[in-house]
């Protein structure tokens, strides 16, 4: 989640206990119509609503522990603001720069930049190359960090109640549902089109829609099986990775590491073995 400096201070009025829109405007030299267009993003990533002509802060953990720190520390607003608190959820397990590059797709200049910027405000610590939070000086924002993420796992405005989300940013979400959804299929269910045809008990999907090379189909069902771990979903992962393999050569992950090595016969937990890999692929004609 990224939240503007703006969206920050609106949060910072709140926990001063302004309550209007027209306040909240006037405090930051705005006009009410920008105002009313934060709120709403505001309200759509779970911080606040706007009921009866009043502002009130969303009932959420993550939110109430940033209100609660922000009126303590106003200046971490800086440090917050675009992409700080992605990479700051990212390194609550230290992290070398690549790994945060590649697990945030943040730019690597912003990412030294704000590593940088929340280095001198004691946000953040490194030991061997590796960065990690500072939850020693700072175990509020941790903890807000913590209960954002575990928030924005199971909950998002664009899909239906009850869904499983298996990645999501700004710009798209992959996620299952048991019921039809005005959504692109991919993943698993999106199988059928490249010839490879499973029956599954959901549906997986994409937002927004679009047309999915393969490469995205092969990786939205990669999503999945990191987040269930289903021995099941490997097979059909390990099926869907020899036919394409020529294809899917550029796209690196742990699934596809220990898959290739089962495919080199040896033997990894929680995965098939090579003749279960064997006896799924003859059903589709794929030869291993």
């Known amino acids: 989640m990224r939240l503007s400096k703006t969206e920050l201070k609106v949060i910072l009025k709140l926990a001063s206990g302004e309550k209007t829109v027209s306040e909240i405007a006037l405090s930051l030299n705005k006009n009410v119509s920008q105002i009313y267009r934060i ?14 002509g009043e502002i ?3 009932e959420n953990t993550h939110a109430n522990i940033l ?6 520390n ?11 608190i992605q990479l700051f959820t990212a390194i ?5 720069v690549s790994e945060i590059i590649k697990e945030t797709g943040i730019k690597r200049s912003t990412v030294f930049y704000k ?4 280095t001198n405000s004691s946000l953040v610590n490194s030991n061997e190359g590796k960065y990690f939070f500072n939850e020693e000086i700072w175990p509020k924002i941790k903890e807000f960090l913590a209960e954002l993420e575990r928030y924005e796992e ?10 499983s989300i298996y990645f999501k940013n700004d710009e798209k979400i992959v996620f299952s549902t048991k019921s039809e959804c005005d959504a692109t299929l991919t993943g698993f269910s999106a199988y059928k089109d490249f010839g490879i045809k499973i029956y599954t008990t959901d549906n997986n999907y994409c937002l927004p829609k679009r047309n999915l090379t393969k490469q995205e189909v092969f990786l939205h069902s990669i999503y999945r099986a990191e987040k269930e771990g289903d021995a099941r979903d490997y097979t059909l992962i390990a099926l869907f990775y020899v036919k394409y393999k020529n294809a899917l050569a550029k796209i690196k992950n742990d699934i596809i590491s220990n898959i290739d090595k089962v495919l080199h016969g040896e033997k990894i937990k929680h995965y098939p073995s090579l003749a279960e890999m064997r006896e799924k692929a003859d059903v589709y004609n794929i030869k291993i």
Not at 39 to 52: I, M
Not at 74 to 84: A, D, E, R, V, W
Not at 115 to 118: G, I, K
């Open 39 to 52: 709120l709403k993003k505001l309200e759509d990533k779970g911080f606040a609503r706007l009921e009866r």
């Open 56 to 58: 009130l802060p969303s």
């Open 154 to 163: 199971n909950i998002d405005k664009r899909i239906p109640s009850g869904a």
């Open 92 to 96: 609550l397990e230290p992290k070398k």
């Open 67 to 72: 209100l609660q720190e922000l009126s303590r």
């Open 115 to 118: 590593l940088q910027e929340a």
């Open 74 to 84: 106003p200046n971490i607003i800086t440090n917050l603001s675009g992409c700080g």
